[in-house]
Nanobody
Framework: QLQLVESGGGLVQPGGSLRLSCTASGVTLDYYAISWFRQAPGKEREGVLCISSTYGTTYYADSVKGRFTISRDDGKNTVYLQMNSLKPEDTAVYYC?????????????????????WGQGTQVTVSM
């Protein structure tokens, strides 16, 4: 069974950078589209962006275009979220997620219902 663990969150000043990691165990990530979601206090969980070996990168949130990038190192079974030019509104718990193994394993979905495996989340706080 696929298990995901996020790391790399923390406190950063506006304009700063962080790199989050999503490391998988149990199953190789090669076949999976991996998405990053975030949830700010009092708000619904929203999709940020996704990477698929078949389809490339998909941005779910326009607000992160030009600032966030996603990459994967299949040798390390890890997906990275590089966040630059961070803003206070980026403050949230960040989660990585993957769909179930099957027909749509390598496709990116911004809808939470299509995600089957979730990490525990990592807190990102952007503040002076």
């Amino acid at each position: 069974q696929l298990q995901l663990v996020e790391s790399g969150g923390g406190l950063v000043q506006p304009g700063g950078s962080l790199r989050l990691s999503c490391t998988a165990s149990g199953v190789t990530l090669d076949y999976y589209a991996i998405s990053w979601f975030r949830q700010a206090p009092g708000k619904e969980r929203e999709g940020v962006l996704c990477i698929s070996s078949t389809y490339g990168t998909t941005y779910y949130a326009d607000s992160v275009k030009g600032r966030f990038t996603i990459s994967r190192d299949d040798g390390k079974n890890t997906v990275y979220l590089q966040m630059n030019s961070l803003k206070p509104e980026d403050t949230a718990v960040y989660y990585c997620a993957a769909p179930a193994m099957g027909l749509y394993t390598d496709q990116c979905f911004s809808d939470l219902v299509f995600q089957n495996s979730w990490g525990q989340g990592t807190q990102v706080t952007v503040s002076m």
